[in-house]
């Protein structure tokens, strides 16, 4: 999970609403405040927003973590040039490959399984910190991918956000 915190910094107890927009694609949530989790009942989403009613105190702090799972998306079916191809986006961040990762590979050469685990990694030594998706593509070779927006940073090359998806032999995966 990723967080972010608020800090209440009025002189004078209060009670208030805390209200902060909600992003559609989040799934799960857990909030803190002052030390102590709340339930669902006391932090709720709702119409939107997440909604914190409560006495607060000058000091209290509200730390929220929201569930950033990688998902794996399919063109819709008008989009044939992406017709058999994956895309991979963690919260809001789409990803890529890009070839200064992935050197020996030509444009389009690699495939991807819909179910392959993928290891979610902060990089504080590439691009001065992003987090990157490492895993295996088809072939069971090393690749990573890099979030969209920072392709491009470090030599020339070919960038790729649909990528072939590896058709399974199997029909379940354990």
Not at 32 to 38: F, I, Q, Y
Not at 138 to 166: H, I, S, T
Request: charged share 30%.
């Amino acid at each position: 999970m990723e967080g972010s915190s608020w800090r209440y910094s009025q002189r004078r107890t209060a009670y208030l609403p805390f209200k902060c927009g909600w992003p559609e694609w989040c799934r799960g949530y857990r909030v803190c405040v002052g030390g102590e989790w709340l339930s669902g009942v006391e932090a709720v989403v709702e119409r939107g927003y997440l909604s914190i009613e409560r006495h607060w105190s000058a000091g209290d702090t509200i730390l929220l973590e929201l569930d950033m799972p990688v998902e794996i998306f399919r063109a819709r079916q008008e989009v044939q040039a992406n017709e058999g191809r994956i895309a991979l986006q963690r919260g809001p961040i789409v990803y890529c490959i890009e070839q200064s990762d992935h050197d020996k590979l030509k444009y389009d050469e690699m495939t991807f399984s819909a179910r392959e685990r993928l290891l979610v990694e902060h990089r504080e030594d590439l691009l001065e910190g992003v987090t990157t998706l490492r895993g295996k593509d088809g072939l069971g070779r090393p690749c990573q991918f890099v979030p969209y927006y920072a392709w491009d940073n470090r030599q020339p090359g070919y960038m790729q956000v649909w990528v072939r998806e590896k058709q399974e032999e199997q029909l379940y995966n354990y």
